[in-house]
């Protein structure tokens, strides 16, 4: 059969087009392990994003896919189901499968759309079963992990239960299947690799664990190392590991970093997830180990500098440093330091406008991240679905936006008891702008040509609002705030 798979074009805030686009793992892990017969097409829309109806079209005809499927994230509903409408309008005999996210975790959503079926939870065993029961006439009856249409209802087979990578059954992702091009980091090719899956912490923002449960499994180094190779000789000099929490077995992660450098593959850069607390209190043999094997910037899972709004997002034990097994307060500043003194840089995540912040709290925030993290990645809480966070915010009244194609994390979608959701948005938008500048120097550096090309593009969309007259000054912030969530709506009409 022909597949054609596909991942949703819109991006978030942090992620602009001209200097991000990543590849979708879900989509070449998919391909790698569906019967050798069958042809596939994977289509990252992101590279296409303000082209994404003449790409699936020109898809849909040259192709000509029996099935088509598509990885969604719950801020790309809307847009998925639009193209899920393109594609029935250009071919109405087509099998639409839907995977991912917010599928699994709100598959209700889906029914009322033109979509045949939901993969929920892992997809690559579900949707080669799939595939076998759609070629040979087979019920979908067995298939864990599958929802399907009977009828006018809906059946949800039972989970599938989660997959021991440990026992190689899942293959390579086939990079291979790829139809587009033009992947980027900062102007150097990317591609993403796994070397585990899952987390057994439990921070009430995530959707992990609704997703999969408390569990954490891995792949060998060989299939590692093999997956890096054929990344690299795909053209990636950028490699993205899209562990959930890389950390959780710090020694593990140590190993890897000695079997990325006995392979030689430490020229490339490496970007990786981790938590702060395994950060600091391994740095010492960690952190040059790290730097060693390639890491460049470590995205740190700080969430909050205030004890009370870690306690509400969960998220205060992976934030605890540790001294002789007693704990020793706040792991932040610990591993920042590590990071910083053997040259990598910070990436750092905190979320603002959790339920008892007030102004002074997410100013306390958004002063430290000026201080310390070299990239900002400051979101706002956002109730995606199914997670515990979101049940909070519900119970107290705080949900002021259920409108899915905003909850892209930038936009504050919640309030707290003391701040409006748009004054939220607006502290974090006024001050981020400016740390982003900062770290443009040492982009510079690593990638003069990128920068020289890009860099008014970047800044461009840094500052998008923004005019002659505020740059002078003559007009409030707030106008162009006012500015740039306009250009924001705007731009989210993706499909
Ligand atoms: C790596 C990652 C990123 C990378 C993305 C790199 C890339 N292009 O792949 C970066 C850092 C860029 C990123 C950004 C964002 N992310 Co992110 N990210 C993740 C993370 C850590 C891992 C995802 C991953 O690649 N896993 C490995 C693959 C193989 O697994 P998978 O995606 O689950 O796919 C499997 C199944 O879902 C299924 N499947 C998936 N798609 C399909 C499609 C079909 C047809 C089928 C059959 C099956 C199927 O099969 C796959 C194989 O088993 C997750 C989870 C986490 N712990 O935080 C969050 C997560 C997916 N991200 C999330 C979000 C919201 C975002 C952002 C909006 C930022 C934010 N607010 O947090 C941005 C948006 C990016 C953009 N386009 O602008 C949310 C999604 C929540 C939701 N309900 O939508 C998650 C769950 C984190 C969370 N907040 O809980 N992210
Ligand atoms: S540590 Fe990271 S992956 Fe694990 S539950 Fe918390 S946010 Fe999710």
């Given at each position: 059969m022909n597949i054609l798979l596909l991942s949703m074009p819109d991006s978030f805030e942090h992620m602009p087009a001209v200097a991000v686009r990543m590849p979708n793992?879900?989509?070449?892990?998919?391909?790698?392990?569906?019967?050798p017969h069958h042809r596939v097409a994977v289509a990252d829309l992101i590279l296409v994003q303000r082209r994404s109806r003449e790409t699936v079209t020109r898809l849909m005809r040259v192709f000509d896919p029996e099935v088509v499927g598509l990885s969604v994230m719950t801020f790309q509903r809307r847009t998925a189901v639009r193209i899920v409408e393109l594609v029935r309008s250009l071919k109405p005999?087509?099998?639409?499968?839907?995977?991912?996210?917010?599928?699994?975790?709100?598959?209700?959503?889906?029914?009322?759309?033109?979509?045949?079926?939901?993969?929920?939870?892992?997809?690559?065993?579900?949707?080669r079963e799939l595939l076998r029961a759609l070629e040979q006439g087979g019920s979908f009856d067995r298939i864990c992990g599958l929802s399907y249409r009977n009828g006018d209802q809906w059946v949800h087979n039972p989970d599938r239960p989660i997959h021991r990578l440990e026992d190689g059954e899942v293959k390579l992702p086939n990079r291979r299947a790829?139809?587009?091009?033009?992947?980027?980091?900062?102007?150097?090719?990317?591609?993403?690799i796994e070397t585990s899956r899952g987390c057994t912490y439990d921070c009430s923002f995530c959707s992990i664990i609704e997703m999969r449960g408390r569990n954490f499994h891995t792949y060998s180094f060989d299939r590692?190392?093999?997956?890096?190779?054929?990344?690299?000789?795909?053209?990636?000099?950028?490699?993205?590991?899209?562990?959930?929490?890389?950390?959780?077995n710090v020694h593990r992660f140590e190993a890897l970093c000695h079997a990325i450098i006995d392979a030689g593959l430490n020229k490339l850069d490496y970007f990786v997830q981790g938590m702060t607390s395994a950060i600091a209190n391994h740095g010492e043999t960690l952190a040059p180990l790290m730097r060693q094997a390639g890491f460049r910037y470590v995205f740190l899972g700080i969430e909050n500098i205030l004890e009370g709004d870690l306690e509400f997002l969960r998220a205060a034990a992976k934030n605890a440093a540790r001294d002789?097994?007693?704990?020793?307060?706040?792991?932040?500043?610990?591993?920042?330091?590590?990071?910083?003194?053997?040259?990598?840089?910070?990436?750092?995540?905190l979320?603002?406008?959790?339920?008892?912040?007030?102004?002074?709290?997410?100013?306390?925030?958004?002063?430290?991240?000026?201080?310390?993290?070299?990239?900002?990645?400051?979101?706002?809480?956002?109730?995606?679905?199914r997670t515990p966070m979101t049940q909070a915010f519900r119970d107290q009244g705080l949900i002021m936006n259920e409108r899915f194609e905003e909850y892209d994390?930038?936009?504050?979608?919640?309030?707290?008891?003391?701040?409006?959701?748009e004054e939220i948005e607006y502290?974090?938008?006024?001050?981020?702008?400016?740390?982003?500048?900062?770290?443009?120097?040492?982009?510079?550096?690593?990638?003069?040509?990128?920068?020289?090309?890009?860099?008014?593009?970047?800044?461009?969309?840094?500052?998008r609002g923004s005019t002659l007259r505020s740059v002078l000054g003559l007009e409030s912030e707030k106008k162009t705030f006012g500015r740039y969530k306009a250009i924001r709506e705007v731009e989210r009409e993706y499909a």
């Open positions: 793992g879900a989509l070449t892990s998919l391909a790698g392990n569906v019967d005999k087509v099998r639409v499968v839907v995977g991912g996210y917010d599928p699994s975790l709100a598959p209700d959503a889906y029914a009322p759309t033109g979509v045949d079926y939901i993969v929920r939870g892992e997809g690559e065993l579900t949707f790829r139809v587009l091009n033009g992947y980027t980091l900062l102007g150097r090719q990317v591609d993403v590692v190392i093999a997956d890096i190779r054929d990344a690299r000789d795909h053209g990636a000099r950028t490699i993205f590991l899209v562990d959930d929490n890389i950390t959780l002789n097994g007693h704990n020793a307060g706040n792991a932040t500043l610990k591993a920042i330091e590590y990071l910083h003194r053997n040259q990598m840089y910070v990436v750092g995540g979320i603002v406008g959790n339920p008892d912040d007030t102004r002074e709290s997410i100013e306390a925030n958004l002063a430290f991240a000026r201080r310390y993290v070299d990239w900002p990645y400051i979101q706002h809480p956002t109730p995606y679905p994390g930038t936009t504050a979608v919640v309030r707290t008891k003391h701040v409006s959701a502290l974090r938008w006024k001050s981020e702008r400016w740390m982003k500048i900062r770290h443009m120097p040492a982009a510079f550096r690593h990638d003069p040509w990128f920068i020289l090309s890009h860099g008014p593009q970047m800044l461009a969309h840094t500052f």
